[in-house]
């Protein structure tokens, strides 16, 4: 692969926003989860991954565990966290592949964000009815659900 594949294209990055718009909208608990889970590792005083955030979220065997890809994007552009790095994979299902290495930036706002967000109970059944499907067979998002800018 050349270098000038591996630089995004303002599509491409739109085309990632918009997904993760989505996984974020219909698999909110999870990834709120998700995110406490990575804080509360690098508060322990830890670097974290996201086999570590795999390890702590429990998921239905329904839910894709993609939707936890979305975990530490937010946090890093808020300054919370940082990438210091990368490794491979611990899993067996990941084929090695690298993933992150995250530490904690800023104490005081993880310990903030933490407050103002709560854990929430496990989603009802027509919630969890309702977040089944991220998109319809056509590749086209449920009605309701984020789209990108313009359409």
């Not at 104490?107 to 998109?135: G, I, K, M, N, V």
Request: proline share 7%; aromatic share 4%; glycine share 6%.
């Amino acid at each position: 692969m050349s270098r000038a594949t591996m630089i995004p294209t303002a599509d491409g990055e739109a085309r990632k926003l918009n997904a993760h718009a989505l996984l974020e909208a219909r698999r909110e608990v999870y990834v709120l989860r998700g995110r406490r889970a990575l804080l509360a590792a690098l508060l322990a005083g830890r670097e974290a991954t996201a086999d570590d955030v795999r390890d702590a979220v429990e998921l239905p065997d329904e839910i894709n565990p993609v939707c936890l890809g979305v975990v530490p994007g937010p946090l890093a552009r808020a300054g919370i966290i940082e990438r210091v790095g990368f490794v491979e994979s611990r899993r067996a299902d990941a084929h090695a592949r690298p993933v992150s290495v995250w530490r904690l930036a800023d104490r005081a706002a993880a310990l903030a964000w933490l407050a103002a967000h709560p854990d929430r109970s496990d989603p009802t059944a027509a919630e969890a009815d309702a977040e089944l499907l991220l998109f319809d067979f056509a590749g086209n998002a449920p009605a309701g659900a984020p789209t990108p800018a313009g359409q």
